[in-house]
């Protein structure tokens, strides 16, 4: 016989629905370990089916430790915003992410194999799948270390944002977070000209040659008006030369220096639903 309260013990530790619940504890024949078992091998199968699903709804969870010198960021996926607006779905992504800030893994496979609770962060996820009725996945980690790092989370956590800076201090945090907001709301693909890889390097300046053979410049004249729209091309799309949003007059480096001499940023991960 299967109690309620072995029911609700199985409900509080796994979050599957009462009736789901109780299949599992009678078809374990009442053990708690072995319905959890059941529950997540339900969860695997539904993950297969649910393979070919798109899951470009979820949560984004950016934190920081209290000393501020280290921060990740993880993205849980679903499918629906239904369940990216649900709280526990929120808290999961919370528990992960701080369970990624206290082990800081090296990498997405690393924080899947870190435990949760009883089970693996990858089992956990793959359960969730059997609980919620979609396609769920832990789709992105990055993490950031600095002398100090500001996190911020865009737009009901549907993106993350970490700006490491050379400087520690509150003056440093504060900063750091207005460049958060900078790189969440105009995607810089870098911090400087420097950081730009240099297949993309070359792709603007052959775009930028195409351009002006058609619009009939000469071809001596090529090469330098390809490296002036390359310049433009730094101003628009890397961190520190990008106008700062909240004063135009400015660059976002010259931002930074009215702050504190010599303060500046030193790396950024921004992730982002979809």
């Given amino acids: ?43 695997q199968k539904l993950s297969l089916k649910r393979a070919d699903r798109e899951a470009n709804e979820g949560v984004v969870i ?15 996926s679903c499918e629906t915003d239904f369940v990216a607006k649900n709280e526990d779905f929120v808290q999961l992504t919370r528990k992960i992410a701080d369970i990624a800030l206290q082990n800081f893994p090296a990498d997405l496979e690393a924080l899947l194999a870190l435990p949760f609770a009883s089970i693996t962060i990858g089992e956990k996820v793959s359960e969730q799948v059997g609980v919620i009725g979609e396609k769920i996945e832990l789709a992105a980690y990055e993490r950031l270390e600095a002398e100090t790092v500001s996190p911020y989370i865009h737009m009901g956590n549907k993106a993350g944002v970490l700006v490491g800076l050379n400087q520690p201090g509150e003056a440093a945090y504060e900063a750091g977070r207005d460049v958060a907001m900078q790189v969440a709301a105009m995607h810089p693909i870098a911090v400087d000209k420097d950081g730009v890889d240099a297949s993309i390097v070359e792709k603007e300046i052959e775009i930028g040659k195409e351009v002006a053979r058609q619009e009939g410049k000469p071809e ?17 799309s890397t961190l520190l030369n990008q106008d700062y949003v909240k004063d135009n007059k400015m660059t976002v480096g010259a931002y930074l220096q009215s702050v504190s001499q010599g303060l500046t940023v030193t790396a950024f991960r921004h992730v982002k639903l979809g």
């Avoid at 009736?19 to 319905?35: F, H, R, S, V």
């Avoid at 950016?62 to 849980?76: E, F, N, P, Q, Y």
């Avoid at 090529?222 to 390359?230: M, P, Q, R, S, T």
């Fill in 62 to 76: 950016a934190i920081t430790t209290s000393d501020r010198k280290r921060g990740v960021i993880v993205k849980l």
């Fill in 220 to 236: 001596e004249m090529l090469e330098k008006i390809a490296l002036g729209k390359l310049n433009k091309f730094y101003k628009e």
């Fill in 1 to 43: 016989m299967i109690s309620a309260a072995d029911v609700k013990n199985l409900r509080d530790t796994t979050g599957a629905g009462m009736m789901d619940c109780k299949k599992a504890l009678e078809e374990a024949n009442g053990d708690i370990q072995g319905a959890i078992e059941i529950l997540r091998k339900k969860g």
